[in-house]
């Protein structure tokens, strides 16, 4: 199996693969039309990126049947057209997590203490330290948290050492999960906004969180609140947030933001940093060595259980309800040619199985096949299927 890697990936990532007999290509500097002709000369079996997006050319040029995102996030991946041609989508969630609340929390502590400004005065030879003694503090200030996933709960357990309540809101956050987490569950994100003194925004982009983050979210913000975003650039309506700034004194710290370059390095012409009181980092949120060497693992790992098994872990593009409606149950003896027969009169019905499993008992004498269909078969299909093989013992049609 030949894996093409288009990123900055750990050596000790890449040794792994080797040792495991699987063909590495890294090239680190591939994209767009380039990446392109290397899937279509390669014959890679698995693509491997991390920033880089990959387009519809490109997953229609070769035979990739895996692209692994080495991180959380995969909106820079065109899913649709990976699901269309079958090829699995897989991500790491989890692995940075600490590496992404780490970052958020330096923030948090920059846009307190104005480390920026003081480290730019520094740098001009200005000393101020009359202007730079004012600050509130996180002792007591109530952070407001938007998702509750496994970075978000990496903020609680942060939060609450440095002596910080926490609100939260998330779809999938219960009145009996914050009670365990020890934070206050509020039933919309502009309810966390009334209610924080500071915001983090913990939510992966979807087409529900694209612009979660709007102007009623901010005007709901008390005046001269913190604002803090290392999710993804597209939850937060940017205008709206250049608004509140100007307008409500709201500070800001970004690792994120819409005019973000596509490359390792370029210029910054987002105008968002020109105001006052915003800060900014360099989408560094996962780029910890840490981070990465777990990111790595996950990857490694994954692409050894797709070899094994012809199934890989963490697919995000699976359909999590098919047309089938209805579940054939055949219970037969493990014989050459059962399962033919069977679908060859689901074929000559003009049936289509949508998903089958086959289990076979200890002693591989007998098995169950569990075909999902998109319709039912009529009595005489059934009943060609039992009269048509003496090796079925039974059979069950449900409705699903």
């Not at 490109?58 to 041609?85: F, P, Q, W």
């Not at 910080?164 to 039933?187: C, F, H, N, Y």
Request: net charge neutral; glycine share 8%; proline share 3%.
């Amino acid at each position: 199996m030949k894996v093409l890697i288009a990123d900055k990936f750990p050596e000790s990532g890449l040794d792994d693969l080797r040792r495991s007999g699987f063909e590495v290509v890294c090239e680190p500097e591939l994209k767009d039309d380039s990446l392109t002709e290397a899937l279509r000369a390669s014959g890679a079996d698995v693509l491997v990126v991390r920033s880089t997006k990959v387009t519809a050319p490109m997953l229609e040029a070769g035979r990739l049947s895996l692209v692994i995102r080495a991180g959380a996030g995969y909106n820079t991946i065109d899913v649709k057209t990976a699901s269309a041609r079958g090829i699995y989508v897989a991500n790491c969630p989890g692995k940075n997590s600490i590496a992404v609340a780490e970052l958020a929390f330096g923030l948090m502590l920059a846009l307190d203490r104005r480390l920026a400004e003081n480290v730019a005065d520094l740098k001009q030879g200005r000393w101020n330290k009359k202007e730079y003694s004012k600050a509130r503090g996180l002792l007591g200030r109530t952070l407001g948290l938007i998702g509750v996933g496994q970075i978000g709960r990496e903020m609680i357990s942060r939060a609450h050492a440095f002596g910080m309540p926490v609100v939260a809101w998330s779809r999938s956050l219960t009145p009996e999960r914050a009670a365990e987490l020890g934070i206050e569950r509020k039933d919309s994100p502009v309810e966390v906004a009334s209610s924080s003194d500071i915001i983090s925004v913990h939510v992966a982009l979807k087409d529900e969180t694209r612009n979660l983050i709007d102007w009623k979210f901010f005007e709901a913000m008390s005046k001269g609140a913190f604002f803090i975003n290392t999710a993804r650039a597209e939850v937060v309506d940017q205008s709206a947030l250049e608004r509140a700034v100007s307008e409500r004194g709201l500070r800001a710290a970004l690792d994120v933001f819409a005019g973000e370059p596509s490359a390792g390095t370029g210029a910054v012409e987002d105008k968002i940093f020109q105001l006052d009181g915003v800060i900014g980092t360099h989408h560094i949120g996962a780029s910890t060595d840490q981070a990465q060497a777990a990111i790595a693992d996950e990857t490694v790992r994954i692409i050894r259980e797709y070899k094994d098994t012809g199934r890989a872990p963490n697919v995000v593009n699976l359909a999590k309800k098919t047309p089938a409606t209805h579940l054939l149950v055949v219970r037969h003896y493990d014989r050459v040619g059962v399962l033919a027969d069977i679908f060859n009169q689901i074929k000559s019905a003009g049936i289509n199985a949508q998903e089958t499993e086959n289990i076979v008992f200890e002693g591989a004498m007998a098995a169950i096949a569990r075909i999902h269909l998109d319709q039912a078969p009529s009595k005489e299909t059934l009943e060609a299927m039992r009269s048509h093989s003496s090796d079925i013992i039974d059979m069950s049609l449900v409705k699903l």
